[in-house]
């Protein structure tokens, strides 16, 4: 026991431990401030200069989407001014008539009435009317349909949008079909034809789906769609 305690006196009176022991007790401020200064040091690149970066990133990033949005808002803006210059610029009797094209209601009675009246003014002997069903809207991508669509191109975005195996044409968003059903009597092929124009000429749009036509009773049976805006 006392050869140990004489071994520890002899360690701490070394003269390489005293020297060390001076220089900690001389420069132990020097010695924490060395120390403070690498901490900071690894800490600014290794965790706060990453960090800054990746935040400037992130905001440069959420500026450009900013412009791009400002941008795209500017242009549609300008987009509905000119449209709304152009429609301005409409007369009153135009504009009538663009919104007879597609009503804006799928009032059955109306179209009763409306179909009447169109037969009885080109002349054409009514035999029967049948108007329905509506066919129910369906949540589906919106389509647009340009004024100067032909019948054709109607009957082709019907047929795009029909169920698979089921051969029913589905609508749009923001159209809806109304079947058709007449007969119209006193007509032959020359008549016939001149009927077809006559409906395609109106200022309502009609696609004729179907004709059943008995040239020997002068009668054909038309099965017709007509659409109108929700």
Same mark, same amino acid.
């Given at each position: 026991?006392?050869?140990?305690?004489? @071994?520890?006196?002899?360690? +701490? !009176?070394?003269?390489?431990?005293?020297?060390?022991?001076?220089?900690?007790? @001389?420069?132990?401020?020097?010695i924490i401030i060395y120390v403070v200064l690498i901490i900071v040091f690894i800490g600014y690149f290794y965790v706060?200069?990453?960090?800054?970066?990746?935040? /400037?990133? !992130?905001?440069?990033?959420?500026q450009s989407y900013k412009k791009k949005e400002i941008t795209q808002l500017i242009g549609a803006v300008e987009?509905?001014?000119?449209?709304?210059? /152009?429609? @301005?610029? /409409?007369?009153a009797n135009d504009k009538a008539k663009i919104n007879s094209f597609l009503p804006n209601k799928d009032d059955s009675e109306e179209l009763l009435?409306? +179909?009447? %009246?169109?037969? $009885?003014?080109?002349?054409?002997?009514?035999?029967?009317?049948?108007?329905?069903?509506? $066919?129910?809207? %369906?949540?589906?991508?919106?389509? $647009?349909v340009s004024p100067a669509a032909n019948k054709s191109a109607i009957k082709k975005l019907n047929a795009d949008q029909s169920e698979p195996g089921t051969g029913q044409a589905t609508t749009t968003k923001e159209m809806g079909i109304i079947d058709i059903s007449l007969k119209v009597g006193g007509l032959n092929y020359s008549a016939l034809k001149n009927f077809f124009q006559f409906v395609e000429r109106d200022a309502r749009f009609f696609d004729i789906e179907n004709v059943d036509f008995s040239l020997s009773d002068g009668v054909a049976d038309l099965r017709l769609k007509a659409y109108y805006l929700n």
């Open positions: 026991m006392a050869e140990t305690k004489g @071994d520890e006196k002899n360690i +701490i !009176n070394h003269p390489v431990v005293k020297m060390i022991n001076g220089y900690l007790v @001389d420069y132990f401020s020097f706060l200069n990453p960090k800054y970066k990746n935040i /400037i990133k !992130n905001n440069e990033l959420h987009n509905y001014q000119n449209y709304k210059k /152009i429609y @301005d610029a /409409i007369p009435i409306y +179909i009447r %009246n169109m037969m $009885t003014r080109g002349g054409y002997k009514l035999l029967s009317l049948e108007v329905g069903p509506f $066919t129910k809207k %369906n949540e589906v991508a919106a389509a $647009t």
